[in-house]
């Protein structure tokens, strides 16, 4: 199955302007990682389009790499959508 994932826009505080793209790099890998290897959230079957999705919250050691950062959203927001 293909899906196409859009996330028009991802708002994070308190993170350096500088970190976003390897953030954003490194949140599109982990997230492409646990849907091939955890499975397409129920949702997307049935359509899963939404206009606006909580993530939720997730911690992060102060000094994270902006790549720990990217993994830590997409897992937050991989279960966002499996609720």
Do not use: W
């Not at 859009?6 to 949140?27: T, W």
């Amino acid at each position: 199955m293909k899906i196409e994932l859009h996330i028009e826009e991802l708002v994070l505080h308190g993170f350096e302007p500088g970190d976003r793209y390897c953030i954003a790099e490194a949140l599109e890998r982990e997230l492409s990682s646990l849907i091939a290897n955890q499975g397409i959230p129920r949702s997307f079957k049935h359509g899963g389009e939404t206009e606006r999705m909580d993530g939720g919250t997730f911690e992060i050691v102060p000094g994270s790499k902006p790549e720990k950062i990217g993994a830590s959203v997409a897992q937050s927001i991989y279960r966002g959508l499996k609720r």
